[in-house]
């Protein structure tokens, strides 16, 4: 009975840690073979080269449309060091026009320059993708 039991546990862990549901992308379920328009993506805030201080909160704001919006994704990384201090994925099926807003808290200890990136695809295929610099100061 207790190899039988040991046996069924292993079972049951080769399966949960097998593929699927993990954070792989999926493939695209509603793809749209006739949509040739790309996402028309704008971003408010914040503007090209704005400087914060560290401490303050970066706001990220704007409007992605388009016929067929599928999803999209909003991160803000540090260029000095690769690493991704926020990101956040979208998905919004359908919607001919949506305003995303995210905020981040950024701290430093010298001056660093961080890159906002937004990305918007559509069932499509076609991806729209805008990037923003801004500088954090002691």
Do not use: R, W
């Given at each position: 009975?207790?190899?039988l039991?040991?046996?069924?546990?292993?079972?049951f862990?080769?399966?949960?840690?097998?593929?699927?549901?993990?954070?792989e992308?999926?493939?695209?379920?509603?793809?749209?073979?006739?949509?040739?328009?790309?996402?028309?993506?704008?971003?408010?805030?914040?503007?090209?080269?704005?400087?914060?201080?560290?401490?303050?909160?970066?706001?990220?704001?704007?409007?992605?449309?388009?016929?067929?919006?599928?999803?999209?994704?909003?991160?803000?990384?540090?260029?000095?060091?690769?690493?991704?201090?926020?990101?956040?994925?979208?998905?919004?099926h359908?919607?001919?026009?949506?305003?995303?807003?995210?905020?981040?808290p950024?701290?430093?200890?010298?001056?660093?320059?961080?890159?906002v990136?937004?990305?918007?695809?559509?069932?499509?295929?076609?991806?729209?993708?805008?990037?923003?610099?801004?500088?954090?100061?002691?």
């Open positions: 009975m207790k190899y039991l040991s046996y069924c546990l292993l079972i862990i080769g399966f949960s840690c097998g593929k699927g549901g993990g954070t992308e999926q493939p695209h379920a509603y793809y749209d073979p006739n949509d040739y328009s790309y996402p028309t993506v704008t971003v408010n805030t914040p503007t090209d080269n704005q400087v914060f201080t560290s401490g303050s909160t970066v706001v990220v704001t704007g409007n992605v449309t388009d016929n067929s919006l599928f999803q999209g994704s909003i991160s803000i990384k540090n260029d000095a060091n690769g690493l991704v201090v926020k990101d956040q994925a979208y998905e919004i359908y919607i001919p026009s949506y305003d995303f807003t995210l905020s981040c950024i701290t430093v200890t010298t001056s660093t320059t961080f890159t990136s937004v990305k918007f695809e559509d069932h499509g295929h076609n991806v729209t993708a805008k990037t923003v610099k801004i500088t954090v100061n002691p």
